[in-house]
């Protein structure tokens, strides 16, 4: 067996969200990385590797078939959760797609999480996205961290199934609770990218022939937002 499996920091750190002794469900696994990995790691784990193309479904199945992992991992085509059976997994991961994509990969699947202990998260973009719907469908954001690489910024969300629901303001939403109240320096460089980009947007907006004026509205309170947090890290090096 092939213990020198090589993953990006990306996927060590999604990994490092998982219990010991998982039994999960990597959606878009696309090469089997993840899975692999911890199945490796861990020979207590169990994994379904879902791919909707056959492509990398195909890449999936011999990885696992290199490291001889055929009896700890499944290689399953199929649409998102579709690939699941009911109360199968424990825990899902949804890593490296947008958050709307993320979002209705949940929707659409949502009769497979009845048994779903935790959902880990890595939206690529729009993480508000997902941290709304997995507030609004019992599972309390637990864990959250911010990375970088090769010059992206990658944010994971660690979710898990609670009875009393977590009370959220929109502001937690956009920047998440736990990073708010961990503001790293990848936290502080995303945003600062961030605030960049809204500039450039709201500037378009403003030239437009059209007034977009309740999306305008919006952007400028999300401006102020950040506008707030990166004033933390002025008075943070000041301290």
């Not at 010991?20 to 790691?41: E, M, N, Q, T, W």
């Not at 009769?111 to 469908?137: C, F, M, S, T, Y």
């Amino acid at each position: 067996m092939n213990q020198q499996l090589s993953i990006s920091n990306r996927l060590q750190r999604i990994a490092a969200y998982l219990p010991r002794k998982p039994h999960f469900a990597d959606i878009g696994s696309d090469h089997a990385y993840l899975p692999c990995y911890v199945c490796l790691i861990d020979d207590k784990a169990k994994a379904i590797a879902g791919e909707v193309v056959e492509g990398p479904f195909l890449s999936a199945k011999s990885t696992v078939k290199a490291n001889q992992l055929e009896s700890a991992i499944d290689v399953r085509l199929g649409d998102g959760l579709a690939v699941v059976h009911h109360d199968e997994v424990k825990q899902v991961v949804i890593a490296g797609m947008g958050g709307p994509l993320i979002k209705s990969i949940l929707e659409n699947g949502i009769d497979k999480l009845g048994n779903v202990e935790r959902i880990i998260a890595q939206p690529n973009v729009d993480a508000k996205a997902v941290r709304k719907w997995l507030h609004n469908h019992g599972y309390e954001i637990v864990k959250e961290e911010i990375i970088e690489e090769n010059g992206h910024f990658y944010e994971i969300v660690v979710a898990d199934k609670m009875d009393i629901p977590q009370k959220l303001t929109e502001k937690e939403f956009m920047f998440g609770p736990i990073l708010l109240l961990n503001k790293t320096t990848a936290f502080y460089e995303k945003w600062k990218t961030e605030q960049d980009k809204l500039y450039y947007v709201m500037k378009q907006m403003e030239q437009a022939s059209v007034p977009q004026t309740e999306k305008l509205d919006r952007f400028t309170n999300e401006l102020t937002w950040i506008e707030e947090v990166l004033h933390d890290e002025e008075r943070d090096n000041e301290s």
